[in-house]
């Protein structure tokens, strides 16, 4: 099992490994800009590591009381299925705070959060600025 830790800017550069490798070009883009973002007020990262290697990253943004909100997990291809990405998870929940945590997912994801406690809400993701309807 890996061990999960709070986010440093010395594992930066193997996140931005894992997002490129999974085809998530964001964080990637602008390493600065992934660092700042990683690291903001109301945002808890973490990191697990297998050894010295970092091998799944999950980011949780919350108001340390009630509501968090499951941003990213990521989970290196080759250590799928050992249970990290549950621990990732439930490492940035206790760290973050709250009591619930709300995720939007791919369909492929569903099986896995479905192993979590939970509800079944319908979710959006919405661009405000980004011309069209409003």
Do not use: K, N
Not at 50 to 78: K, T, W
Not at 80 to 87: A, C, N, P, V
């Amino acid at each position: 099992m890996a061990d999960v830790v709070p986010f440093a800017d010395v594992h930066l550069d193997a996140v931005l490994d894992l997002c490129r490798r999974q085809g998530w070009p964001s964080l990637p883009d602008d390493p600065d800009r992934a660092r700042r973002a990683l690291r903001a007020p109301g945002v808890t990262t973490v990191v697990a590591l297998d050894d010295e290697r970092v091998v799944g990253f999950a980011q949780v943004l919350s108001d340390g009381e009630i509501q968090g909100y499951l941003a990213l997990l990521l989970v290196a291809d080759d250590m799928r299925g050992r249970g990290i990405g549950t621990e990732l998870v439930r490492g940035a929940h206790a760290l973050a705070g709250g009591l619930r945590v709300d995720v939007l997912s791919e369909e492929l994801s569903s099986g896995f959060y479905e192993r979590f406690t939970h509800r079944v809400m319908p979710g959006y993701r919405i661009y405000p600025s980004a011309p069209g309807r409003a």
